[in-house]
């Protein structure tokens, strides 16, 4: 697996996130694991095909909070950080799109909540990701009378 990230303008590009879990969506990688950078570690969770997938980039500054990385499948992952005094449990998610059929939406969701579920009530849980949300008017078809 090749990463290549050399910026023409000399600022690294995973230096956004110096601090803090970086959240990616698309990875397109399949399978699941870890690749080091010169300035981060990515974690990714693909499927079989070069499709969806989900990882955080965690810069080195912070790596060894990181407690651990769970890869569920290509729209799901979690992140568990040591903080000072209590652990956050960062869920990433890549939801399918409003065109996919129910099935599809009801089973990601359906996923997403058994994981919620998994982790005990007395830690700290954060969902985010990319939820395939649209706004504005849905168009619809209508004659006037």
């Known amino acids: 697996m090749h990463m290549d990230i050399k910026p023409s303008n000399g600022n690294h590009p995973l230096s956004c996130c110096a601090s803090s879990p970086l959240a990616i969506q698309e990875t397109r990688w399949p399978g699941s694991g870890n690749h080091k950078t010169e300035k981060a570690t990515l974690f990714y969770s693909g499927g079989s095909e070069h499709e969806r997938g989900v990882g955080f980039v965690v810069s080195d500054r912070i790596l060894n909070n990181i407690k651990r990385f769970e890869s569920i499948n290509d729209r799901l992952c979690l992140l568990e950080i040591q903080a000072k005094w209590f652990n956050i449990i960062l869920i990433n998610c890549y939801a399918p799109t409003e065109d996919k059929d129910e099935e599809t939406k009801n089973d990601f969701f359906k996923q997403l909540e058994a994981l919620y ?9 954060i969902v985010l990701g990319d939820f395939n949300a649209k706004i504005g008017k849905k168009k619809t078809k209508h004659t006037q009378h």
């Open 117 to 125: 579920d998994t982790i005990p009530q007395n830690m700290v849980k």
